[in-house]
Structures are given as structure tokens and as C-alpha cells.
């Protein structure tokens, strides 16, 4: 494919040579195996730590490739010894939230800032990577402090908020990049018809935006689901605790039962694979969003 | 997407009044307002205030209260002597800077192989794709207990293959000694952090016109000299955007390194986020997390600031 017009001219002999001497060996296919499966690596331990008996995990000599029998009694002990629906039931309700409230309210922003002129770009692009950059920790403490106050503090709406808080500065700009790629000539033209603005965004340009929506979904959901920091901080109580948060309390726990933890990780992948399976032809669009000038 | 459809819709949808659009247009100004303020309140509104509120907190004397009490506390510059006097605070910053390095510069170098092989012609291309990008969908917490257990000291495969190997004998504690411990976070990190790259970077191979390549043929490059004149310089941009994103996004990680060491041991792995938290949550000196938090705040602010100063082209922005 890439031999260059010289090559073809001055040294035929020695490339049919180097052809016939490794016949058909894609190398960038072989390497890219190899380091696939090294990448996946983690996952596929994780998953037969959580399904092999115990005493094929606790080993010395662990095999690489499991020969013995599967079972699923990590996942029934992790149910008897651990409140894990109420975890996961927690998580899940902190994802929804903060997924619906933040899909609202960057909706409304993005098209706002994609249809009207907002003056200080540049101020807000360094307020963003600011806002990018400030660890959470730094977030916590106010926003436990203000939580405190209003007595929101151990409540999941807490939690919401500040996911919604720190995710949607972002969503909305990958949603702004969306609107702007919808010509302004619809908009227009539901006006001239008589449709309000509000008619325009809810009809014309909502269904239109569907993908760049469920790009922001997934992120937010992401944010929501994995948050480990506003949840340990937030929520005080055990029973509030979400799936994170119960994780992070098996390895603190004075035995570790790894398979029993690597069944938790299992079940916290799950939700995950599901939104990554909506996201992933958004993914690229959704983090390179608006395009490069330069 | 489909033009067709949408003219379709826009005719059967919308009806025709001529006093109801009047109306529309002289409220016009409250729109673009109105539909900012939710996204303003709490995106920066919130954040706003939270940095008020930390550079209240960070003046005051009594270390933890209510915030009527801590408000109530006479001011004081305490905080900030504590945090600048306290060899801790340099050495957590130092840590930061090593955490952060480390996890932006390695996974970017697996990244941009990872987007340069497929970015070839490759059997089963979209699947490779998505299974290189497997990581990102692991949440941090769980990517840590599963290194965590690869790392296990006695029954951990890593020490495993080191004794198969014949490399080592010793039953590393990765996470639990202080000389390797840093080492150890960094790990699930880089490994999470992967995807991320990859992305960026094949967008930005993608997005390199094809003829660019032919135009160096004809001038007899080679494999190398292709990848140095044209593939580099076109994905500068990509480049500098993705290392900047991924570093940001590195210093403030909080989430492998609490659930593995928290800190420590013997603060080893205790980088400015999680030092911010353990102060807070840990030692409960409220005021004393909410300078260090304001000192680093302020760094962060420097370091933007030249970014985008030094980002002549316009590349940062773009992405925003």
C-alpha cells in the first residue's frame, strides 16, 4: 500500500524478496493483539478471581488460564455478608438524578450560548480549564460546609447537586459543539412560521440533538456513577452509602476477601458497559467537540 | 440529520400566528437569560461560592465548627503561615507533580501506539477499538481493587511472574512500602487514563488529510520521515490539547489513591487533592484544608494562565 514509486522502480528484486520471506504478517494487527490483551488484563483476573473457588485464588501459583470449576458463591456471599442492593439502589438513584437534571439544564444552556451571542469567550474558556482543573477535594469542603447548612447534608440530593455541578460546565460545551453543527436556517424558518423559541428548541432542534444528548447522558451518568469523593463526603450515613463507597469499605475491612470484591467491581462494571455501549460512537466526537482551529 | 424529515415535521407541527410571534420577539432578551440561569446557578454559581467560602474559611482561627461558629472566629492569618511553614505541604506538592507527570506522559506514549496501529489497515479494526477502549468504562475505584489484587503481596499475580521470572523472590508489598507505594497508584492510573488518549489521538490522525502523505512520497520520504514531517506537525494540536486535558485531569485525581493508600504510608502517595481531604475529613482542621485549598487554587490559576498565554494558536479554545 505505502511502498513509495521508487522503490517500485529501483528494487523490485529485493521487495518481492521480503515479500516471499513473511508471507501475509499484518505487524501493527500482531502488536495491537498483544497489547490488547495485555490492556484487558486486569478485567479478565477480575472476572475469574470473582468466579474460582477460593482456594484456586488464594494460591501461590496462581494459573493464568483457569482449569478447575466456576462458581458464582463470591456473589452469594458478597449478598449475605454486604448490604449491596442497597448500595447499588443508591448509586442508582444518584445516577438518574444527576443524569435528568443535568441533560436539562445543559440543554437549555447549550442552545443559549449556540444561538446568542455570550460575550467573554476566552474569559469562559479560562474559567473552564480552571473549573477542569481544581481538584474536587478542594470542592468538598465548602460544599459539605453549605450542605451543613441548609441541612441537605445525607440526603442524595446533596450528591446530585454537586455531581450536576461539576459535569455540567462540560456536557454543555460538547452540547454547544452539537447545536452549532445544526444549521440556524431551521430555527429560523419555525420562527417565520410563527414557533416560539422555546417551540423551536423543544420540536426542531431536541429531536435533532438526540446523539449529542445521549453523549451527555453517558458522561454524566459516568461522573455520577463512579463519584467516590461527594458521596464519601456527603453521605454520612451507612445506609446512604453508594456502590463506590461500599467497595472502598471491603478493602478497608481487616481481611480482604478478594473474591468478593472482585465480584463487587464486577457488578459496578455493568451499568457501565451498558452506557459505554450507547456512548461509544459519541466518544470521540463528544471529547474532541468543536474541532480544532489550529 | 435527515433534511426530509425535519421539513416535514416543521410543517405539520407549527401553526401560523401572527400576534402570538409579536409577543415572542419583545421578550426575546429574557430567553438566551433564561435559559442560562439554571446552567449559571449551579455551575458556577456553586463553584463560585464554594471558593468564597473557602477564602472565608481559610482566614479564620478556630480549626472546625459550624459555619455560623467558624464565621463567627476572629481572623487570622494562622493558616496560611501553617501551610507555607509545613514541609508536608511542599513534599505533597512534589508528589503531585511526580503523580502527575507520570500518569499524563505514559499513557499518552501507549496511547499514540495504540492510535498509530489503528489507524493502520487491521482485521476487525472497530473491535480491537473497542476493546482498547474497555478501561475507560471501569470505574476508578474498581480499576484500583483490581490492581490491588494483581499487586497482592503473597497471592498477587504481579509478584507472581516476577518469582516465574526469576526477577524477584521478595514478596513486594506494592501499595503498603513507602518506596513503591507511589509507584503502585500510578499503575491503575495510567491504565485507566489510556483510552482517553487514544481517542484524542486517532481523531487527530484521522482528521490528517490523506494527501499531505502522497505530496511526501512523491517527494521519496520514508516510513520515518513521514511520521516526523507530517504526522507530528498535524497532530501537534491534538498533542498539546490531550496532554494539557490529561494532566488536569491527573492532578486532581482523588479516587485510585484514596481507595488504595489514602495517603499514606507515611504520606508516600499523598498528593495536594488528597492532602485537601485528609486535612478536612481525616484531621478535621476545616480552616487549615481551606488555605492549603486557596494556596493551590492559586497555583492552578499560574499555570492556566501561561497555558493559554503560551496556546497562541488557539488550539485550547477550539476544544471548548
Redesign the interface.
Known amino acids: 500500500?505505502?511502498t513509495?514509486?521508487?522503490e517500485t522502480l529501483v528494487v523490485p528484486a529485493t521487495k518481492k524478496a521480503r515479500r516471499a520471506r513473511r508471507p501475509r504478517v499484518?505487524l501493527?494487527?500482531a502488536?495491537?493483539?498483544v497489547?490488547?490483551v495485555i490492556?484487558?488484563f486486569?478485567?479478565y483476573?477480575?472476572l475469574l478471581?470473582a468466579l474460582l473457588p477460593t482456594q484456586a485464588?488464594?494460591?501461590?501459583?496462581?494459573s493464568?488460564i483457569p482449569t478447575g470449576e466456576m462458581s458464582f458463591d463470591s456473589f452469594v456471599g458478597l449478598l449475605v455478608k454486604t448490604p449491596i442492593f442497597s448500595w447499588i439502589f443508591q448509586s442508582i438513584i444518584i445516577t438518574i438524578g444527576t443524569s435528568v437534571l443535568s441533560a436539562?439544564?445543559?440543554l437549555?444552556?447549550a442552545?443559549?450560548?449556540s444561538?446568542?451571542v455570550?460575550p467573554g469567550?476566552?474569559l469562559?474558556?479560562?474559567?473552564?480549564?480552571?473549573?477542569?482543573?481544581?481538584?474536587?477535594?478542594?470542592?468538598?469542603?465548602?460544599?459539605?460546609?453549605?450542605f451543613?447548612?441548609v441541612g441537605l447534608l445525607n440526603t442524595q440530593l446533596a450528591v446530585i447537586?454537586?455531581n450536576?455541578?461539576v459535569v455540567?460546565?462540560l456536557t454543555?460545551?460538547i452540547l454547544k459543539g452539537y447545536f452549532d453543527g445544526i444549521p440556524r436556517d431551521?430555527d429560523d424558518?419555525?420562527?417565520v412560521?410563527?414557533?416560539?423559541?422555546?417551540?423551536v428548541l423543544w420540536?426542531?432542534i431536541f429531536?435533532?440533538s438526540v446523539p449529542g444528548l445521549v453523549a451527555c447522558v453517558g458522561l454524566s451518568a459516568t461522573a455520577a456513577?463512579?463519584d467516590?469523593?461527594f458521596s464519601?463526603?456527603l453521605l454520612l450515613s451507612r445506609d446512604n452509602w453508594t456502590l463506590?463507597m461500599g467497595?472502598?469499605s471491603i478493602?478497608g475491612a481487616h481481611e480482604v476477601d478478594?473474591n468478593e470484591?472482585?465480584a463487587?467491581?464486577l457488578i459496578?462494571?455493568i451499568p457501565?458497559?451498558i452506557?459505554?455501549w450507547f456512548l461509544?460512537p459519541h466518544?470521540?466526537s463528544g471529547?474532541?467537540?468543536?474541532?480544532?482551529?489550529? | 440529520?435527515s433534511q426530509p424529515s425535519?421539513t416535514n415535521?416543521?410543517e405539520g407541527?407549527?401553526?401560523?400566528?401572527?400576534s402570538?410571534?409579536r409577543q415572542?420577539r419583545r421578550w426575546?432578551w429574557l430567553?438566551?437569560v433564561?435559559?442560562?440561569t439554571?446552567?449559571?446557578l449551579?455551575?458556577?454559581g456553586?463553584?463560585f461560592?464554594?471558593?468564597i467560602?473557602?477564602i472565608a474559611?481559610s482566614l479564620r482561627e478556630q480549626k472546625l465548627g459550624?459555619?455560623e461558629a467558624?464565621l463567627n472566629s476572629p481572623m487570622s492569618l494562622e493558616n496560611y503561615v501553617e501551610i507555607i511553614t509545613d514541609p508536608a505541604t511542599w513534599r505533597s506538592l512534589w508528589i503531585s507533580v511526580i503523580y502527575t507527570v507520570g500518569t499524563t506522559i505514559v499513557p499518552f506514549g501507549?496511547g499514540l501506539?495504540?492510535a498509530l496501529?489503528?489507524n493502520?489497515?487491521?482485521?476487525g479494526r472497530r473491535v480491537?477499538r473497542?476493546?482498547?477502549?474497555?478501561?475507560?468504562?471501569?470505574?476508578?475505584?474498581?480499576?484500583t481493587?483490581?490492581?490491588?489484587?494483581?499487586m497482592?503481596p503473597?497471592?498477587g499475580?504481579a509478584n507472581?511472574l516476577l518469582r516465574v521470572l526469576g526477577i524477584s523472590d521478595a514478596d513486594v508489598d506494592w501499595f503498603g512500602n513507602v518506596n513503591t507505594a507511589l509507584i503502585a497508584v500510578m499503575i491503575p492510573t495510567i491504565?485507566k487514563g489510556?483510552p482517553?488518549f487514544l481517542?484524542?489521538l486517532?481523531?487527530?490522525l484521522q482528521?490528517i488529510n490523506g494527501e499531505l502523505?502522497e505530496a511526501a512520497?512523491?517527494d521519496?520520504?520514508?516510513?520515518w520521515a513521514k511520521f516526523r514531517y507530517v504526522t507530528i506537525p498535524s497532530l501537534?494540536?491534538?498533542i498539546f490539547?490531550s496532554l494539557v486535558?490529561g494532566a488536569?485531569?491527573s492532578?486532581?485525581e482523588?479516587?485510585f489513591i484514596?481507595?488504595?493508600t489514602g495517603g499514606g504510608p507515611q504520606g508516600a502517595t499523598e498528593t495536594?487533592?488528597?492532602r485537601?481531604?485528609n486535612l478536612?475529613?481525616d484531621r478535621f482542621d476545616?480552616t487549615g484544608?481551606?488555605a492549603l485549598?486557596v494556596f493551590?487554587?492559586v497555583l492552578?490559576?499560574i499555570?492556566?494562565?501561561l497555558?493559554?498565554r503560551r496556546d497562541r494558536?488557539?488550539?485550547?479554545?477550539?476544544?471548548?
Open positions: 500500500m505505502t513509495t514509486l521508487t499484518n501493527p494487527f502488536i495491537m493483539i497489547m490488547t490492556m484487558l486486569p478485567v483476573w477480575m478471581t485464588v488464594f494460591s501461590r501459583s496462581p493464568l436539562f439544564i445543559c437549555l444552556a442552545y443559549a450560548l444561538r446568542f455570550v469567550r476566552k469562559t474558556a479560562v474559567g473552564f480549564l480552571v473549573g477542569r482543573v481544581l481538584p474536587g477535594t478542594l470542592l468538598a469542603l465548602p460544599l459539605f460546609i453549605l451543613q447548612t447537586l454537586a450536576v455541578a455540567t460546565p454543555t460545551l431551521i424558518a419555525a420562527m412560521d410563527g414557533c416560539s423559541r422555546w417551540g420540536r426542531m429531536p435533532l456513577w463512579t467516590l469523593l464519601r463526603t463506590p467497595i472502598t478493602i478478594w470484591l472482585m463487587a467491581g459496578s462494571i457501565m458497559l452506557i459505554y461509544q466518544l470521540v471529547m474532541t467537540a468543536g474541532g480544532v482551529k489550529g | 440529520m425535519t415535521r416543521e407541527v407549527v401553526t401560523a400566528s401572527p402570538r410571534g415572542a426575546d430567553l438566551p433564561g435559559f442560562m439554571p446552567a449559571v449551579i455551575g458556577i456553586i463553584v461560592f464554594c471558593m467560602l473557602l474559611l459550624t459555619l467558624l501507549i501506539a495504540f496501529l489503528l493502520e489497515q487491521m482485521p480491537l473497542t476493546l482498547a477502549l474497555v478501561p475507560w468504562a471501569i470505574p476508578g475505584v474498581t480499576a481493587i483490581a490492581f490491588m489484587w494483581i497482592q503473597t497471592y499475580v507472581y491504565w489510556v482517553f481517542l484524542m486517532l481523531a487527530g482528521s502523505y512520497e512523491v521519496g520520504a520514508g516510513r501537534a494540536p491534538f490539547v486535558f488536569m485531569h492532578f486532581r482523588f479516587d484514596y481507595a488504595s495536594i487533592a488528597v485537601i481531604f478536612a475529613f476545616f484544608a481551606a485549598g493551590t487554587f492552578v490559576s499555570v492556566i494562565v497555558l493559554v494558536k488557539g488550539a485550547l479554545e477550539g476544544f471548548l
